[in-house]
């Protein structure tokens, strides 16, 4: 196997990491409430650094069910992403200088563990949140917790809640795809040439 | 002899009873004007919008009400002229200042007619003006909030009638003194000296273009007749606002005779570009009068009410060509100028003709003096020089007229209880159909406007009698409305109305819904007793007040155990609702209180004044269903004897509030 990778590519994987950027613009996740009482919807977006939406008024509904407050400072996780993030954009531009074919690899794990531990510290947020309640809560259904999905939907006492990726989170999924797209076509020609060479 | 008597009744007895068999002897019931497919055309579906918002005045309720077109839904009804204990409107000490007038504090109007604001003629959707008849006022609601922004007294007025009606830009609404009365400084004259000492006057309200801010611009010194309804050209006729006026006779005792004897009263011609101009040229004399001018902050959510002491006054001998009076056939009413601004339309309440007067006939008059002589030294012109042509054998008792897109004018007839369709050229009759029963006012959405969408006309009526189920001897008024798409105007619905409704507006809904306000935002909230968070909650003595800063949020009040009031103080309950959210205001209300509840909108703070008269301990609670807890948002305060030893204290969430002594005048939380 060839150790530098096509012009093409390099130039794909460049766009792809240089693409990680708009999660410093958009953001990254949204959980969507609707019940009979909000037709409109409530929303909460996620940021690398932050949340928006109607963070306030889920706030004030959560206290019924003894839900904890949720506010910024209590992520740690805001203040690093940012740095995490720049740290993928940097390695992506590495890859695409050198063309260093490891370099891709590693950088293609990594991606892959780091989707992985993030989906991974939501659920553990999502779950904290949904069983860690008030005992002196307003509403306690025995046995039922209010965590929300993780993706997708599912109903919690009069909300139906979904959880997906936002704007920013489609573009980092897209710019993952294309990061292993590059290395599967990498890997297509490469088979093809030594099958031909054969 | 009285045996006699009653057997030769007997066959008049049975003769009465036979008649009572006789079928058929009545007219047609009006079950019949309906067509088959009335109920599809004012179906809106659950969850679907009307294509119209229609504010309607609510006659001697002093409020407007707002209903939806075509399905005559009621919305709202905004609280304008009269106290609203349901709002807390004229009771919370924000909102009290607005219904405060020269007479002091008055808690009920009449309110006849709505003006929409108009950009070159045409609805903008910014506000609507309303009137009060009884003690000269026009308010502002700004229709973003639906609420009363603003109310101006009139001074030299009395009567509010022939207003808030408005010029082509909101330069100017308009307020005419329906009665009469002595002005200045000779105010105390008998009756009977009517005709020395009676005077009428116009006044021109000016409206600010961006605040809607109104102040009175200039007053008109007139004769000492009758004012009734007016309104402002449009186009070329745009500088010209016209006044139907009746008791010419200048009779003040039993009108209904004595002023209806004239053959013809006027429309007066007011060139208001004139009129202004005299005023900034210095022709005016300012006289001095007390009016009070309210305001409502939306900022501060709370209003001032302000004394003013000064009007300008033009005398038309001093301003030449300002005013003319056209002659109008028997006590006109309505007068209303067509989409183009070349006709205008006088009614004689008691004319067998409906007289149209050409602005091009007017302005050709005037400069020809074609004058039929002068009254009260004001210039009368020939009733031929005017005059486009009359409508022939319209109807009985006419009485107001609106417009649609095609050229047609619908007039309502109160006597024979219909609408009748003519052509505004022609002047021919097209159709007519009854209303139930006696209409008086009626509306076509953007009727008196230069773009009338025409789809509707509606009928608002003085008498339902047999219309609904009846509910004892006050019967509601209720309004009809009628398609016009063609040729032939159609019956569709009923549906009755808060108050009495006179004149109304339609404007389509997308003209306002997408500026309707969802909630006020708390971090601009500057109500000087604003809690703005649970932890700013307090309560303070300041003599023998207490004030309590309280705050609202689902569900409680904080704080909700307060203890050492005593008996002689007055308490003022300032509730800052923190909500943030749409459609989620808290009530409150206190066990005793003698005026309302307040109803606190998302970040509003209200105040309720509250002086106790009883020791005891009395309930507070949350009046508006706000959550599933609302039966739980409710509180105590304690009222002890004036001597007692109580400190002033106050919580939420604390089972034992620490009763300790405080030296310093300031609660604190426990």
Not at chain 2, 439 to 448: A, D, E, M, S
Not at chain 2, 590 to 599: F, P, Q, R, Y
Request: aromatic share 12%.
């Amino acid at each position: 196997m060839k150790q530098k990778l096509s012009v093409a590519s390099r130039i794909l994987v460049a766009f792809s990491s240089g693409a990680l950027i708009a999660v410093f613009f958009l953001p990254a996740w949204r959980i969507d409430l609707f019940a009979p009482q909000y037709p409109e919807g409530l929303t909460m977006n996620i940021w690398i650094n932050g949340l928006s939406g109607d963070v306030d008024i889920i706030n004030g509904l959560n206290h019924y069910i003894g839900m904890k407050h949720i506010t910024v400072d209590m992520f740690p996780e805001f203040k690093f992403l940012p740095f995490v993030v720049g740290f993928y954009m940097l390695l992506g531009l590495l890859v695409a200088v050198t063309g260093k074919r490891k370099f891709l690899f590693i950088y293609l794990v990594l991606t892959a563990i780091g989707g992985l531990l993030a989906m991974l510290d939501f659920y553990r947020w999502g779950y904290n949140y949904g069983h860690n309640l008030d005992p002196k809560a307003a509403i306690q259904v025995p046995g039922l917790s209010y965590q929300p999905p993780l993706i997708g939907h599912k109903r919690i006492l009069n909300f139906d809640s979904y959880s997906f990726p936002d704007a920013g989170g489609w573009i980092v999924i897209g710019a993952a795809i294309l990061a292993f797209g590059v290395w599967f076509a990498e890997w297509y020609h490469h088979h093809k040439l030594e099958k031909k060479q054969k | 002899m009285k045996h006699y008597h009653l057997k030769s009744c007997i066959p008049l007895v049975i003769a009465l009873v036979g008649l009572l068999w006789i079928p058929g002897c009545k007219p047609k019931g009006t079950q019949s004007a309906v067509s088959g497919n009335a109920a599809s055309k004012v179906y809106v579906a659950p969850g679907k919008y009307d294509e119209f918002y229609n504010f309607v005045s609510g006659g001697f309720s002093g409020q407007m009400s707002v209903y939806g077109l075509p399905s005559g839904r009621l919305f709202r009804v905004i609280p304008v002229f009269s106290v609203d204990p349901e709002k807390g409107w004229g009771y919370s000490e924000e909102t009290k200042p607005m219904l405060n007038t020269s007479h002091g504090f008055v808690p009920w109007d009449d309110l006849h007619h709505i003006a929409l604001s108009v950009t070159g003629s045409e609805h903008d959707g910014r506000w609507a003006f309303g009137n009060a008849n009884n003690t000269p006022r026009i308010a502002r609601i700004d229709l973003k909030t639906f609420r009363t922004a603003e109310i101006i007294e009139i001074p030299n007025s009395a009567g509010n009638h022939s207003s808030p009606f408005i010029t082509e830009n909101s330069e100017y609404v308009v307020a005419g003194t329906r009665f009469s009365v002595p002005l200045g400084d000779k105010l105390d004259v008998p009756i009977n000296t009517y005709k020395e000492n009676f005077k009428g006057t116009v006044s021109f309200i000016g409206v600010d273009k961006t605040s809607g801010d109104m102040s009175i611009a200039f007053q008109i010194l007139l004769p000492g007749i009758n004012f009734d309804l007016a309104r402002a050209g449009k186009g070329r006729s745009a500088g010209w606002f016209f006044f139907s006026c009746y008791n010419s006779e200048k009779a003040n005792t039993l009108l209904e005779v004595n002023a209806s004897q004239k053959d013809k009263d006027f429309i007066m011609a007011v060139n208001w570009k004139k009129a202004e101009a005299y005023a900034k040229a210095g022709k005016g004399v300012k006289k001095a009068v007390t009016y009070a001018h309210n305001k409502y902050d939306d900022a501060k959510h709370s209003a001032t009410s302000t004394m003013m002491n000064e009007v300008l006054m033009l005398d038309p001998k001093d301003c030449p060509d300002m005013v003319y009076f056209m002659p109008c056939p028997k006590s006109p009413h309505g007068c209303d100028t067509d989409p183009t601004g070349e006709y205008i339309v006088g009614s004689g309440k008691l004319a067998a003709v409906i007289p149209v007067f050409s602005f091009a006939k007017i302005e050709a008059a005037i400069a020809a003096k074609n004058y039929d002589g002068e009254y009260d030294g004001i210039p009368v012109l020939k009733y031929e020089a005017v005059l486009h042509g009359e409508v022939k054998k319209p109807g009985l008792g006419p009485l107001h007229t609106e417009f649609d897109d095609k050229g047609n004018a619908y007039t309502s007839f109160f006597v024979s209880s219909e609408i009748v369709k003519w052509n505004v050229k022609t002047l021919e009759v097209i159709d007519r159909v009854p209303t139930y029963y006696s209409i008086g006012h009626l509306c076509v959405p953007g009727g008196p406007t230069k773009k009338p969408w025409g789809k509707y006309v509606i009928a608002y009526n003085k008498i339902t009698k047999d219309r609904y189920l009846p509910t004892g001897p006050e019967l509601t008024q209720s309004a009809q409305i009628y398609d016009i798409s063609g040729e032939k105007m159609k019956l569709l619905l009923d549906f009755p109305t808060i108050g009495e409704p006179h004149y109304a507006e339609a404007i389509p809904a997308d003209l306002i819904m997408k500026n309707s306000r969802k909630i006020f935002k708390i971090e601009e909230n500057k109500n000087p007793y604003a809690a703005l968070g649970d932890n700013n909650a307090k309560v303070e003595r300041k003599g023998n007040e207490i004030h309590v800063y309280m705050t609202s949020i689902r569900s409680h009040f904080t704080p909700d155990n307060i203890e050492g009031v005593k008996l002689g103080e007055t308490v003022y309950f300032h509730v800052t609702n923190l909500e943030q959210d749409w459609d989620v205001p808290h009530g409150f209300a206190v066990k005793g209180a003698n005026n309302a509840e307040l109803l606190i909108m998302p970040g509003e703070t209200q105040t309720l004044k509250w002086t106790p008269e009883k020791v005891g301990v009395y309930p507070m609670y949350c009046t508006d269903f706000c959550s599933a807890l609302h039966q739980e948002m409710q509180g105590y305060i304690r009222v002890s004897p004036g001597g007692a030893n109580v400190p002033l204290t106050f919580s939420t969430g604390k089972t034992a509030p620490a009763a300790t002594e405080k030296k310093d005048t300031t609660a604190k939380p426990n």
